[in-house]
């Protein structure tokens, strides 16, 4: 180690950017979606950007859905931030229960369910992933309910006032997700114990050794 020597680096400063006159549309107002245009903000303060969503457009923590019940909150309580709020923190235009219904790439327009036309310079389908609904059949296949979205949660809290039990559904398909996600975490686990185990040999292992020579 005595033959390497330690330099500061610092990452030049990016350049502005030039200013779109056509703006970046984000179809979404998830956790990538909102991630992506406050990235973009950083780095861009002056070209528009819109954000599309077909639910309320409101900013709050997805995992929290599973133990909001749990919790005894609110779909009103969940919400961190309103639509109205997170286009006044990014300088957007947030249009909320819109549905994009057509894109076309050569003309670099899109169109919502309403009617309207939207032009656009960039364009990022940030919508997220739709759960897998059960083919249920009879008279309640109404009343099963996917919660993914806050949307969802809202119309499964509304579907419990009054109702004496909830059946819990285990999808084949969520037992494999759980299953992969209990794998990645151990092995996650196995590579930090690794690493550290490495590190300990790289610091500790001289002092050891001297400790051992002395000893003997």
């Not at 919790?71 to 009103?76: D, H, K, V």
């Not at 039990?165 to 975490?185: C, E, N």
């Not at 930090?192 to 490495?198: R, S, T």
Request: net charge neutral; aromatic share 4%.
């Amino acid at each position: 180690k005595g033959d390497f020597f330690m330099l500061p680096v610092s990452e030049a400063a990016a350049a502005p950017m030039a200013k779109d006159t056509l703006p970046l549309v984000i179809i979404g107002s998830g956790c990538a979606a909102y991630t992506l245009a406050q990235a973009f903000r950083r780095i861009d303060a002056a070209s528009p950007l819109v954000l599309l969503t077909r639910d309320g457009g409101e900013h709050y923590s997805k995992p929290s859905l599973s133990n909001a019940l749990a919790q005894g909150l609110s779909p009103a309580q969940l919400p961190t931030r309103s639509a109205a709020q997170m286009a006044d923190t990014l300088h957007a235009e947030i249009r909320t229960a819109c549905e994009v219904v057509r894109i076309d790439p050569a003309t670099r327009t899109l169109a919502t369910a309403d009617g309207k036309q939207l032009s656009f310079g960039r364009l990022v389908i940030a919508w997220g992933a739709e759960p897998i609904r059960l083919d249920a059949k009879g008279d309640a296949a109404d009343a099963v309910h996917s919660v993914n979205d806050l949307d969802d949660y809202r119309r499964f809290h509304a579907s419990l006032a009054g109702a004496g039990s909830v059946a819990i559904v285990a999808h084949p398909d969520v037992r494999r997700m759980l299953m992969r996600m209990k794998a990645q975490t151990m092995a996650a686990r196995a590579l930090v114990y690794l690493a550290a185990g490495q590190v300990d040999r790289a610091t500790l292992g001289e002092v050891l050794c001297n400790r051992v020579a002395e000893a003997t």
